[in-house]
Nanobody, 125 residues
């Protein structure tokens, strides 16, 4: 079992930056691929970014590529999402998630088994 707690979401102006944090506890979180998903108002949850359990590879949705960076520190059981050049369309609840141990990362929600409660990011125009 892994427990995930996100933090860092808030109201920010367009063009600004935010760093979301995800603290993992429970089983050795360093063996899980990690991801960030988001759910904009009135829309379905969508993939944002993912990182392998070792941290050697990353994947990003086209809409955030070049603006967002996912990173992790397994020694600290932490995952971050650095978000730069934020746009109003980035407004959403952001969720941290963990996949199956030692598996590759994925863009599919169904490949992730642990989810945090979400943190709200609002980008004003």
């Amino acid at each position: 079992q892994v427990q995930l707690v996100e933090s860092g979401g808030r109201l920010v102006e367009a063009g600004g930056s935010l760093r979301l944090s995800c603290a993992a506890s429970g089983s050795a979180s360093g063996i899980y691929p990690m991801g960030w998903f988001r759910q904009p108002p009135g829309k379905e949850r969508q993939f944002v970014a993912a990182i392998t359990w070792s941290g050697d590879r990353r994947d990003y949705a086209d809409s955030v590529k070049g603006r967002f960076t996912i990173s992790r520190d397994n020694a600290k059981d932490m995952v971050w999402l650095q978000m730069n050049s934020l746009k109003p369309e980035d407004t959403a609840v952001y969720y941290c998630t963990a996949g199956r141990p030692f598996r590759d990362y994925s863009r599919a929600e169904s490949d992730y088994i642990y989810w945090g409660q979400g943190t709200q990011v609002t980008v004003s125009s």
